[in-house]
């Protein structure tokens, strides 16, 4: 047997191979638009220290109303209560071709999955040193629904008027290196 190959048949498979490495990168930039709804208010109110990812225990119709992008975060705050992190406040508004027999609460509380030890420097954050927990932002990963959240601290309001006049020394800075 003679396993020699062409000039030809080397170039159509690097094309081949070419060609494979484009479709995952268009994937790559497929997985960053997974976002469900961000919490834009938490950056402004907050200053954020420590992120985690969390699972979320959701009923089926939460799962629908999610894939249509359903989602508001504004108002939604984490608690740990018995050793277990909740998600309260969030607001899932559901479909109208939802189940008829399933009676859906948008704002009920939803069950955070994460890590015991996660959940103990969480615990430690919240109780000892002044820290507060917020969803940051809710995506898709691997056909499973996420959860930002961090520990915060929240800003008063002479910090929050400092960050803006930080940002707009950044944005003008940012111009005159531009021209």
């Known amino acids: 047997m003679d396993y020699t190959l062409s000039v030809s048949d080397t170039l159509n498979y690097r094309s081949t191979v070419h060609l494979s490495l484009e479709k995952m990168a268009k994937k790559k930039k497929d997985m960053c638009t997974n976002t469900i709804a961000l919490n834009r208010k938490a950056r402004h109110d907050y200053t954020i220290e420590d992120q985690y990812e969390a699972g979320i225990v959701l009923e089926g119709w939460e799962v629908k109303s999610l894939r249509d992008g359903r989602a508001q975060l504004k ?5 740990v209560y018995k050793g277990e992190v909740y998600l309260l406040g969030a607001h899932f508004s559901p479909l109208a071709s939802a189940s008829t027999h399933v009676n ?75 021209q």
Request: glycine fraction near 4%; charged fraction near 35%; avoid cysteine.
């Open 75 to 79: 108002e939604s705050y984490v608690s």
């Open 104 to 178: 859906p609460i948008p704002t009920r509380k939803r069950k955070l999955l994460l890590h015991t030890k996660e959940i103990s420097k969480l615990i430690g954050a919240t109780e000892r040193e002044g820290y507060t927990i917020v969803p940051l932002s809710l995506y898709w990963q691997r056909g499973k629904a996420k959860l930002k959240i961090a520990l915060a601290k929240g800003k008063k309001q002479y910090d929050k008027r400092q960050s803006a006049k930080q940002r707009d020394w950044d944005r003008q800075k940012h111009r005159l290196l531009k």
